[in-house]
């Protein structure tokens, strides 16, 4: 036997309630090998709702030839019908041709995919920091006409394979220009997972000075240097309240070398849930849905809470 | 190219400096299913020595049929000589056989291994958690006469894979009850890995109130759920400055089901170095002896440092 759910013990420094931004049907599956039928990824997200998953980033509307993994954006959604639309329902939309193809699906929410570093805008956007930002102001205004909600993601912002060290003064500059189009909430991304808990804390410190306050900010961390779980809780205990983490542990960025999987959702769901801090999960319904995935992939979950619930069955 | 050391910005909620307690070893190598030859086991622990790491726990004494893989206690300590004796080379006595073993061999340190369950203690120690206490009470007073420095491990103080969820008054009585009889250090055990941050606070803050203080306790999270350094950062906030881990994740429990890898020590280092904390260890050559062990094992190491930074080299 192991233990099915942590014992509950509040952690007084941790808000009462979270908002998990699951990202695995698109920053998991984007950075996936394997290709995955449309019908599987819309019964994915089906079965993440099912387990109490509130906001799903579903897909990205970028150009088929760019993430071949998501080319079928558009299917999905026709697939999920209303359960792919609605606020809690954001797609990635990289310009304004991605936002006229969300625009015709129908859906209630957008994020855009900034960069902290200039090497990666180059690579990821193909432009300077400065011209994408001009890039994004039309999708934002645009989005914002439509009544769309909007999300600003900004990468690298611990660190860059090529630069190095990240200054926290950029991260910030970006990240107010990005908010200054009208975004309503920024995803601060550790796209290569070398941020640690000092670090997290002068840029929550330093974004709030800037008049970026907790209330509008994200995180999103990946584990390749296993300090996610770490460095979502320093966030919290700043007032974040929105975590981005992927199902099973999917995930990882195709164009960032040596990037990992992002946070598991079951790992921080086990640490939500045992500190006291309400999610909405059920987490034996997303180990299923976990379990369930991995066959479609054919490959186990990297999950240590799937690995350890799933391992030994009651 | 990846990055071999995380940006430093000190984090003000944690301790300056940390004593890292290392087990890789001990409880690393007792849990690994290859048998190491002793000549490896002691250029293990020289090589770590050489990397920086000044408290390292070198074997254990317990009879070789109970344990085959530190069946050559005494040789490894005769191969290490005056290397792997004084304080801070403690080894692991089971009982007053044990401590004899280890008195002959001539080291400066023993630990002693208790349970907080009653279920635990029987199956590791044939034994009620009353009669385990009573056994080590003579290995404690005779350990102290000859001047030794003695710490006192309780497992599961977390959780229990037949008990389940394990009481906080269950782990303090235990506790005091091993401290009383004079240890100079207690280590909170995760054995099954099931803990969370609130319960480490929670278990810290009862441990205070019965008078035995931070400054005696250290912590020894397992990763089984993937909590060990989100609970070793929590433990550290609360005074907490001693902490086992296992250089590239080795380790386990033998006993207890569905329990794997300890922390491991280059996560928890890069975690601190970035956070401005000192340990006194070159990651570098951490990672380096990772891999030669991994080489020696005949399978990667589970560390995610070791993963990042060995697998990209400059």
Redo the contacts between chains.
């Keep these: ?3 099915r759910a ?2 509950r ?4 420094d ?1 808000p009462q309630r979270i908002t998990i931004y699951e990202v695995g049907p698109r920053d998991g599956l984007q950075n996936e090998k394997t290709v995955v039928p449309a019908e599987v990824k819309a019964e994915f997200i089906r079965r993440l709702a099912g387990a109490g998953l509130e906001t799903i980033e579903t897909t990205s509307f970028v150009p088929p030839s760019w993430v071949p993994q998501l080319a079928d954006a558009s299917e999905v959604l026709q697939l999920l019908g209303d359960d792919g639309l609605g606020p809690r329902r954001p797609v990635l939309v990289p310009n304004e041709r991605g936002l006229d193809r969300a625009l015709e699906a129908g859906v209630g929410a957008v994020a855009i995919f900034g960069s902290a570093t200039e090497t990666f805008a180059r690579k990821n956007l193909n432009r300077t920091v400065a011209e994408s930002v001009e890039m994004f102001a039309p999708v934002v205004a645009r989005a914002r006409e439509a009544g769309l909600w909007v999300r600003a993601y900004v990468s690298m912002c ?2 860059d ?2 630069e ?3 200054p ?1 003064e950029q991260v910030v500059e970006v990240s107010r220009r990005l908010m200054d189009l009208g975004c309503d909430q920024l995803s601060l991304g550790d796209t ?8 997290v ?2 840029l929550l410190d330093a974004l709030d000075a800037a008049g970026i306050g907790a209330d509008r900010v994200g995180v999103h961390f990946h ?5 996610a ?2 460095n979502t ?2 966030a919290l205990r700043h007032g974040v309240t929105v975590v981005d983490a992927s199902t099973g542990g999917l995930g990882g960025c195709p164009y960032a ?2 990037a ?1 999987g992002n946070l ?1 959702t079951e ?1 921080l769901v ?2 939500l ?4 801090v309400e999610t909405g999960v059920d987490l034996e319904s997303l180990v299923e849905t976990s379990v369930w995935m991995a066959g479609q992939l054919g490959r186990p979950s990297p ?3 799937v ?2 619930l799933a ?2 069955p009651e």
Tied chains: 1, 2.
Aim: no cysteine; charged share 15%.
């Design positions: 036997m192991s233990m942590p014992q013990e509040p952690a007084s941790l611990f660190g394979p090529w190095g060290p990240v926290v290569i997972g070398v941020g640690t808990t000092g670090h804390s002068r584990d390749t240097y296993g300090q779980l770490a809780l320093t070398k040596s990992t598991a790992d086990w640490a849930h045992g500190a006291g999950s240590r809470v690995r350890a391992g030994s």
